[in-house]
């Protein structure tokens, strides 16, 4: 199982997690992991902490991309259009863009649960992704 990008996702047996970081002196949560200082401009905070993100959300945004991206990223032959969504994630005070699984901009709505999963890319490795919630 090769990972699309390592130390901002695992995949266990207990499902698909992000992995962010919170910061020691403020509590602001990153994602990606943040290393170093903290992004909150009003915190001068330097010790992140590693911390598993929520994995459900809800929509904030959606879109879809209906062509295929340009060299040197792998797209697969015949091209078929990505969903992606922008998911709130409340309880950690984000928003996550992730590819959609198994849904169409058509299906998709603001403020739909959606959860965690997992999907392999066009050239193989595997990435986090949004399914619906239930």
Known sequence: MTLAI???????????HL??????DCGTVSFPPQ????????????????TRLPRQGTVWSYTNACYAPPPPFAAAEPYTPVTLAAVELAEAGIIVLGQVKDLTVDEL?????LRLTHGPLADGPLVWMWEAAG
């Open 19 to 24: 992995i962010g970081t919170r910061c020691a």
């Open 6 to 16: 390592d130390g901002w996702f695992t995949i266990g047996d207990d499902g698909t």
């Open 109 to 113: 709505r603001v403020g739909m649960e």
């Open 35 to 50: 290393r170093g200082f903290c992004r909150n401009p009003h915190c001068s905070g330097e010790t992140q902490e590693e």
